[in-house]
């Protein structure tokens, strides 16, 4: 009789206590969407100047995480402090005042408005943000199409778009979602050269993100979320050494 082949799962790791001093911590945080309990106790940190990647399959809760950081979820528990400053019942608009700024998957570039009028539309909330030139300079595309309305642009274009709006209102910590989902290897690159730029120049980013070798070239370390649990951090000078594992938590 053949065997029936398994697949073992990475043994429990032991994850570093969260540092109270991070710019972002986030502890035992707990998120629904209605009734469906979708967060089941997360815990992670970033310091002030770090790469972090939420890296995990379809469904572990890692856009919720981003989503609850933000404060749009309906209900949260638990403790996420910015800057020192405990921000779970705070509004999302008061989140973001805070000098958070959050990019979503889907992109939110508003369709009738141009490109200009896209980029100028939200407020400053923070001094030190990028200018407009500052953002041509790092996305040329976005100079050349100006004028053109938000249905016009390349799903390139409008990720390119998305994060430069978020640059300009000064927010210190972005929250990006899915950056590089359906780009091509050309543009991938590009928003990875911004990345390492934009870290350079004293950004904290957060970053889901399914493809975990660009995740290997923009990140300091890796959480990985399952079923609503951080449940692993990887340092990313130990990922190669950790590529069998992180193969079986992602499922690749």
């Known amino acids: 009789m053949a065997e029936t082949a398994t697949l073992s799962r990475p043994a429990a790791a032991t994850l570093p206590a969260i540092d109270p001093g991070a710019l972002l911590?986030?502890?035992?945080?707990?998120?629904?969407?209605?009734?469906?309990?979708?967060?089941?106790g997360v815990s992670f940190d970033v310091r002030a100047g770090e790469v972090v990647t939420l890296l995990?399959?379809?469904?572990?809760?890692?856009?919720?995480?981003?989503?609850?950081?933000?404060?749009?979820?309906?209900?949260?528990?638990?403790?996420?402090?910015f800057g020192g400053e405990e921000t779970i019942k705070m509004s999302s608009r008061s989140?973001?005042?805070?000098?958070?700024?959050?990019?979503?998957?889907?992109?939110?570039?508003?369709?009738?408005l141009s490109v200009k009028e896209n980029?100028?539309?939200?407020?400053?909330?923070?001094?030190?943000?990028?200018?407009?030139?500052?953002?041509?300079?790092?996305?040329?595309?976005?100079?050349?199409?100006?004028g053109s309305q938000g249905t016009k642009l390349s799903g390139g274009?409008?990720?390119?778009?998305?994060?430069?709006?978020?640059?300009?209102?000064?927010?210190?910590?972005?929250?990006?979602?899915?950056?590089?989902?359906?780009?091509?290897?050309?543009?991938?690159?590009?928003?990875?050269?911004?990345i390492e730029r934009l870290k350079g120049q004293g950004f904290t980013i957060v970053l889901v993100e399914q493809n975990f070798r660009f995740a290997q070239t923009v990140a300091d370390r890796h959480y990985v979320v399952e079923q609503g649990r951080v449940v692993d951090m990887i340092p990313n000078a130990e990922l190669d050494a950790n590529i069998d594992k992180l193969h079986t938590y992602l499922g690749v």
Do not use: C
């Open 157 to 194: 274009e409008q990720q390119m778009l998305a994060i430069g709006r978020i640059l300009r209102t000064g927010a210190k910590l972005l929250l990006l979602d899915e950056p590089t989902e359906g780009l091509a290897p050309v543009i991938v690159q590009q928003i990875g050269r911004t």
């Open 95 to 112: 989140v973001a005042r805070l000098g958070v700024g959050y990019v979503p998957e889907e992109r939110g570039i508003f369709s009738s």
């Open 25 to 40: 911590a986030v502890q035992n945080l707990e998120a629904w969407y209605g009734e469906s309990h979708v967060l089941h």
């Open 119 to 146: 980029l100028t539309l939200p407020p400053i909330i923070k001094p030190g943000g990028l200018t407009v030139d500052q953002i041509h300079e790092l996305f040329p595309n976005l100079k050349e199409r100006a």
């Open 56 to 81: 995990g399959r379809n469904g572990a809760g890692k856009t919720t995480t981003l989503k609850s950081i933000i404060g749009i979820m309906g209900k949260r528990t638990g403790s996420v402090r």
